[in-house]
Nanobody
Framework: EVQLVESGGDLVQAGGSLRLSCAAS????????LGWFRQAPGKEREGVSC????????YYADSVKGRFTISSDNAKNTVFLQMTSLKPEDTAVYYC????????????WGQGTQVTVSA
């Protein structure tokens, strides 16, 4: 029902910034929550942030709180993750995912975009 395409991953120095984009198609996002996840080699997949599109309820993992900002642009059907003060431990493949806002399971996933933060 929802197709997601991430973009914006890059190589950046510690302390730098990146803006990830998740372009959605196939359905209106008013009833959806959009989440950002990341997975580093040898580590479990970690929930980074999510936003419910209609209600505007936002969640951040403690590890990124104060550094990352999630936002949505309804006209562009896109969700963003603005990342600042990046640390080497932020290095991971970042994935965008969607779920109905009243559900807990994320049903649709993008292909991922690589973020590498050098020391």
């Amino acid at each position: 029902e929802v197709q997601l395409v991430e973009s914006g991953g890059d190589l950046v120095q510690a302390g730098g910034s990146l803006r990830l984009s998740c372009a959605a198609s196939g359905d209106t996002l008013d009833d959806y929550a959009l989440g950002w996840f990341r997975q580093a080699p040898g580590k479990e997949r970690e929930g980074v942030s999510c936003i419910t599109v209609r209600e505007g309820i936002i969640y951040y993992a403690d590890s990124v709180k104060g550094r990352f900002t999630i936002s949505s642009d309804n006209a562009k059907n896109t969700v963003f993750l603005q990342m600042t003060s990046l640390k080497p431990e932020d290095t991971a493949v970042y994935y965008c995912a969607s779920r109905k806002s009243w559900n807990t399971d994320y049903d649709y996933w993008g292909q991922g975009t690589q973020v590498t933060v050098s020391a």
